[in-house]
């Protein structure tokens, strides 16, 4: 046996062309009108109309440079600390409350609808309305 003895056993399908005439009608199974329907058609992709839709103020790829605080709430804050001591962003990652991941967030941000029970200092802290 050699390679050009060797017959496949499967035969290539021949793609069916269509708008030929013969046997279809008048569109030859188109549809009516349309760019779809006309000879040569080329649609462009849709994700190049989806990014004509993006602002392109700083790109399309561009992250939002604004870093996010860590949160921290006050009932955490009440269980952890006692009374008298100034909190601050390392003692908070000391303590676990702040993940060390956040090494690059500069701010705290203090959270809660429950008061504080004991006299705490905070230093270089935002807070919401309602701590």
Known sequence: MQLHQISKNKSNKISKR???GGKRGTFS???VKGQKSRSGRKLRPEWRDALK????KRGYKFK???IKPAIVSL???NRVFNGGEIITLD???QKGLVPKSANRRASVKILGSQGLIKKLDFKGMAFSASA
Not at 53 to 56: E, M, N, R, T, V
């Open 18 to 20: 269509v708008g030929r």
């Open 75 to 77: 009932k955490s804050l």
């Open 91 to 93: 003692l908070l990652r």
């Open 53 to 56: 839709s993006l602002p392109k």
């Open 29 to 31: 199974g188109r549809g």
């Open 64 to 66: 939002s440079k604004q």
